[in-house]
């Protein structure tokens, strides 16, 4: 990269015929055929640039150059330029004291006569002539240039002044140039401007802005040309070619060229570039200013004529500005061309006159039909604005955002209308509307808003939704108590304008929900449905919310039939398409997941997590996702079940989740222990929960997880406890339902854990006798543990049984433990063909899951003096023995018992489903806990009675516990 050279750097590119008709003009000149020459052009075009470098040719010939530089900021000083001109000339003093007076006359008579800058007369005579004389003078022997920059903010009597000398000027050696803006300006330089378009011996030179080509030759300068061909696609998209703003980006890119050692490949838009664009825009003038603020705030979707109301403009010159953006560079198609353009214009206004034209657009935009988010955008930054349209305009364009998923922008909208409410009815339901937008990204930020809101209805201001969404949010967060006792005082009291039938239909509707989720309640609060159903006009959303929950209630009471599928996507239907509560959409899902339709439960639930007003609402996502591990876990897919809950644990805090932090974790307890994860699994047994949630069918899910996984790392005592608990919670509310939560078999699972062989078979055929046709899934896994607990020669019809069952209702898992146990029950009974072949189909599902193969692997051995009765006759509790290896795990146990029995280690790799070098370690511990040397010494070590110890965890199926082998 090039030294910096400013002077370089500042070249002219693309301006070669330019600067050839400027030197036309001046060679004409020297002939004695003077000439004026207007160059024009968009402010910072580069005509300042254009002029300077022809002026340094001209000097270097030997002309005299006279300049002066216009400002607005002295437009009005009589004769400010002229006298410009007159400081660069080498007078004499006679002359200069001459041309001092002149001036001072001309200056004084401007002043007598009136404005300078709508003089009544003009300069006097005897002042114009005696100081237009001087430079023809002077031209007759020389040539001589003046070059007056910004002559459209030159003020009157210098412009009289110089319409005299181009007036003058044709055999003389002087030439005039003059640079201009191609915008409106005041009255008295039109007129100039008019004048002088009648000279013959006037040439305009229009400059444009830069091409991609020019502004790679403009770079080419300091970078060499291969970097300024690759990064001037860049500068020119940045700057529209705009000279000043390429100046402003190689300036702002050079320090990063520089410190990197090599041409940056990024052009960052840093302060030279926010400068450049400010100045762009002053140059522009007051009210093209006006127009980019304008346009910058409103947008430049903005309608012309709106645009020209804001400003109280004409819609001409409204154009006019618009024009002259677009000649600079700044909007292209209509629109600024960065968001720095925008940031850069956002800080040319302060805020009180930011706020003015905020509130003075949304008045002119309401009368115009805009849309009620684009008014709410300017109600944000306008002040007080005390009309009737506001609220509920900031109200519907809040819906509108949560629709699209802008929560963050919807809060905003009804924090706004809350702070401009005119009543305490109002207040009450933006708070309420405030309360469930926030609740959609923290319910734990939405939850400091219950009081005020429980204090609202107990006065009767919310409306039935309202009071239905506030229940769910005093659910969320288990405030049962609280829940109830609103309950009473709705009952006493309706919500607010809310017809009797509506008031009936919400009313019966929260009771359903309360019941659903705290059966405790079932007696107290259950509608009494000999009541007159409403006949009158209820809306469609409360008859949906009460389709939904009565969908979820008469899942829980075990009425399931095709109506309730139908009636659960009726509900999901909605959802997708309007704003459905939460609650309704997790009580059809739930539904159609106890209806055993889990495909279709899967696809709402995806469809759900994608829909727009859910896509950013983090706790309707992270509910969601819980919902969909809930349904992997019922299909199966252990892997893709925690990837799930790990998803819905990620997206909320555990404060945010309410009591319903159990279900995400039930969902993890119940795939990482599946998994053999089981050091994680242990994490979330310790992750404290809500005590309120053991109150809820949720609940159950959980003791029933907590249980499995206690039962797989060998702990079969506390994991009975578990599954007996759920079972007396069932029995209480009335919920004894096999599709709930099958607490029977779970609990011989764990019987069989601990060798209680009789017990176990005794619960299951308990449970067997519950269900109904449509409990496959259940059937399936308690003839697992049926065959788990009945003698070996009944175990492969048992199996089977619970195969080809498991097979139909979509239970990859439990369909691959089943397998494996049929698998075992093959090659003990020595077909090893149907053993060989039904453990591949086992391996391949287990894979499909994403578990590792030796999950599926039997349950912990018991005891062999628990396990030697072949009949089955006693109970195992009353076995005598002998020694009992009480040291060894569960793995190793099982492990030593089938090396007893005389099988191979590659024998026993493949019963138990693991590789041989496992078996070789298991069994080199073996032998040093029980003190023996060879394989043949173990039978003695691990039983003393005369028959074959009964190994029922060999040929187990799926019930034998959730998750398969402890580590080991």
């Not at 709705?490 to 239909?505: N, S, Y």
């Not at 809950?645 to 990620?650: C, G, I, K, Y």
């Not at 308690?782 to 019809?797: H, I, M, N």
């Not at 190994?951 to 998750?963: D, F, I, V």
Request: aromatic share 4%; glycine share 8%; with cysteine.
């Amino acid at each position: 990269m090039r030294e910096l050279d400013r002077g370089l750097l500042m070249r002219l590119v693309e301006r070669d015929n330019d600067l050839r008709m400027l030197t036309d003009a001046f060679a004409g000149q020297g002939d004695g055929d003077g000439s004026l020459a207007l160059i024009s052009g968009a402010p910072a075009t580069g005509k300042t640039a254009l002029l300077q470098e022809f002026a340094e040719q001209v000097r270097d010939g030997g002309a005299v150059f006279l300049e002066a530089i216009a400002s607005r900021t002295e437009l009005g000083q009589p004769l400010g330029v002229i006298a410009q001109l007159f400081h660069g000339m080498e007078l004499p003093p006679e002359a200069a004291e001459r041309v001092a007076r002149l001036i001072d006359e001309g200056v004084h008579s401007a002043v007598r006569a009136g404005s300078p800058e709508q003089p009544t007369i003009g300069t006097p005579p005897h002042v114009l002539r005696g100081l237009c004389n001087l430079i023809l003078h002077l031209a007759e022997n020389r040539q001589v240039i003046i070059g007056i920059d910004d002559v459209h903010y030159a003020d009157p009597f210098s412009l009289e002044c110089l319409l005299y000398l181009v007036r003058r000027m044709r055999t003389t050696r002087l030439l005039i140039i003059l640079s201009q803006c191609d915008r409106r300006v005041q009255g008295h330089y039109l007129q100039f401007r008019a004048e002088l378009s009648r000279q013959p011996h006037c040439r305009t030179i229009r400059l444009g802005l830069l091409s991609e080509q020019g502004v790679a030759g403009l770079l080419e300068t300091t970078y060499g040309r291969a970097a300024a061909l690759r990064l001037a696609p860049t500068f020119h998209t940045l700057s529209g070619g705009n000279p000043l703003l390429v100046h402003a980006l190689l300036d702002d890119h050079l320090p990063t060229s520089v410190a990197e050692g090599a041409v940056s490949s990024e052009v960052p838009l840093g302060d030279a570039f926010t400068q450049a664009v400010t100045a762009c825009l002053y140059r522009c003038g007051s009210q093209t200013m006006q127009v980019a603020r304008a346009l910058n705030l409103l947008g430049e979707e903005v309608a012309p004529a709106a645009l020209a109301e804001v400003l109280d403009l004409d819609p001409e010159s409204v154009g006019r500005a618009v024009g002259t953006l677009t000649a600079v560079g700044l909007l292209t198609g209509g629109r600024f061309r960065h968001d720095a353009v925008r940031a850069a214009i956002s800080d040319t206004i302060t805020a009180a006159d930011r706020a003015a034209m905020h509130q003075r657009a949304a008045r002119v935009l309401h009368d115009h039909g805009a849309s009620v988010t684009v008014l709410a955008q300017h109600l944000l930054g306008a002040d007080q604005i005390d009309e009737p349209w506001v609220v509920p305009v900031l109200e519907d364009a809040a819906q509108e955002a949560l629709q699209h998923g802008a929560i963050g922008r919807a809060l905003e909208f009804l924090r706004r209308a809350h702070d401009l409410a005119t009543n305490d009815e109002q207040r009450a339901a933006l708070k309420a509307a405030l309360v469930r937008a926030e609740w959609r990204v923290s319910p734990s930020a939405a939850a400091r808003h219950l009081p005020e809101l429980i204090l609202h209805a107990q006065e009767g201001r919310l409306s039935w939704p309202d009071v239905s969404a506030l229940i769910g949010h005093l659910i969320w967060h288990g405030r049962l108590d609280e829940v109830v006792g609103l309950l009473t005082v709705l009952e006493r009291r309706p919500a607010q304008g809310t017809p009797d039938d509506e008031a009936q239909v919400g009313l019966e509707t929260l009771r359903l929900w309360v019941c659903c989720l705290f059966p405790e309640h079932l007696g107290a609060l259950r509608p009494d449905w000999s009541v007159p159903q409403p006949a009158g006009l209820v809306s469609f959303r409360a008859l949906g919310q009460l389709r939904a929950a009565d969908v979820l209630t008469d899942a829980l009471d075990g009425d399931i039939d095709d109506n309730t599928v139908v009636a659960a996507e009726q509900v999901l239907q909605g959802a997708q398409w309007s704003n459905t509560p939460m609650a309704s959409t997790f009580a059809a899902v739930a539904a159609l997941i106890f209806a055993g339709e889990l495909d279709k439960a899967a696809l709402w639930c995806d469809a759900l997590i994608m829909t727009p007003a859910n896509r950013h609402a983090l706790a309707q996502q992270a509910l969601l996702w819980a919902i969909r591990g809930a349904i992997e876990v019922r299909q199966g897919r252990m892997a893709a079940a925690e990837t799930s809950a790990r998803t819905a644990l990620n997206l909320i805090s555990p404060q945010d989740w309410g009591m319903f932090i159990g279900l995400p974790v039930t969902i993890m307890l119940v795939a990482t222990t599946a998994l053999g994860k089981y050091l994680e699994a242990a994490r979330y047994l310790a992750m404290p929960v809500p005590e309120v949630l053991l109150r809820t069918p949720l609940g159950l899910h959980y003791m029933q997880a907590r249980g499995r996984c206690k039962l797989a790392t060998d702990n079969g005592q506390a994991a009975l406890g578990d599954f007996e608990m759920c079972g007396e919670l069932m029995v209480k509310w009335g919920l004894d339902l096999p599709i709930l939560v099958p607490w029977r078999t779970d609990a011989a699972r764990a019987l069989l854990a601990m060798g209680r062989r009789r017990q176990a078979r005794g619960l299951v055929h308990e449970q067997l006798a519950r269900l109904a046709p449509e409990h496959a899934q259940v059937r399936g896994i308690s003839l697992g543990v049926l065959a788990a607990a009945s003698d070996p020669v009944d175990r492969l019809p048992l199996l089977k049984d619970a195969v080809a069952t498991l097979d139909k209702c979509g239970d990859r898992w439990e369909l691959a433990r089943a397998l494996a146990a049929l698998s075992r029950a093959h090659q003990l009974l020595g077909q090893r063909a149907e053993a060989a072949e039904t453990a591949a189909r086992a391996r391949r599902l287990a894979e499909e899951c994403g578990v590792p193969e030796e999950q599926l692997s039997p349950i912990p051995i018991p005891p062999p003096e628990m396990a030697t009765d072949v009949s089955l006759e006693a109970d195992e509790d009353d076995l005598g023995g002998g020694h009992s290896p009480e040291e060894l795990s569960g793995a190793e146990r099982r492990v030593a018992d089938l090396a007893a029995r005389g099988h191979t280690n590659r024998q026993i790799a493949s019963i138990l489903f693991i590789t041989v070098s496992t078996v070789e370690q298991h069994l080199t511990r073996v032998y040093r806990k029980l003190n023996v040397n060879r394989r043949s010494d173990l039978p003695g070590r691990l039983h003393t009675g005369g028959g074959e110890p009964e190994l029922a965890a060999h040929c187990a199926g799926p019930g034998e516990h959730a998750t398969g082998r402890p580590e080991g």
